[in-house]
């Protein structure tokens, strides 16, 4: 039985999304971790500090400690990145379950 890294699979399904809105998706502090908390935990976002970060593929943190882009960031998408990674990891679990129980 083998097990895919459960970060990948999200990772990639959420940065098609992004990139489907011609968004750039990752980096700490960056769209999707400020979405998927103003999504769950809204009084924890401050949009008036919204800045980008270094958004390049290795993009280092910056004193505030942001890799990434928060500004095009809202709570509908934070909740449709927390969707893909609750979807993705049912399949996982599903899948670990089925491979556990065949004979």
């Given at each position: 039985?083998?097990c895919r890294?459960?970060?990948?699979?999200?990772?990639l399904?959420?940065e098609?999304?992004?990139a489907?809105?011609h968004l750039r998706?990752a980096?700490?502090?960056?769209?999707?971790?400020t979405?998927e908390?103003?999504?769950?935990?809204?009084?924890?976002?401050?949009?008036?500090?919204?800045?980008?970060?270094d958004?390049?593929?290795?993009?280092?943190l910056?004193?505030?400690?942001i890799?990434?882009?928060?500004?095009?960031?809202?709570?509908?998408l934070?909740?449709?990145?927390?969707?893909?990674r609750?979807?993705?990891?049912?399949?996982?679990?599903r899948a670990?379950?089925?491979?556990?129980?065949?004979?």
């Amino acid at each position: 039985m083998t097990c895919r890294s459960p970060r990948a699979a999200a990772f990639l399904l959420c940065e098609a999304l992004a990139a489907s809105r011609h968004l750039r998706g990752a980096g700490h502090g960056g769209l999707w971790d400020t979405a998927e908390l103003w999504a769950v935990a809204p009084s924890a976002v401050r949009p008036a500090l919204f800045a980008a970060g270094d958004t390049s593929a290795s993009g280092a943190l910056d004193a505030r400690g942001i890799s990434g882009d928060p500004r095009s960031a809202t709570q509908a998408l934070g909740r449709e990145f927390g969707d893909i990674r609750v979807r993705d990891a049912v399949a996982q679990i599903r899948a670990l379950l089925a491979a556990v129980r065949a004979p």
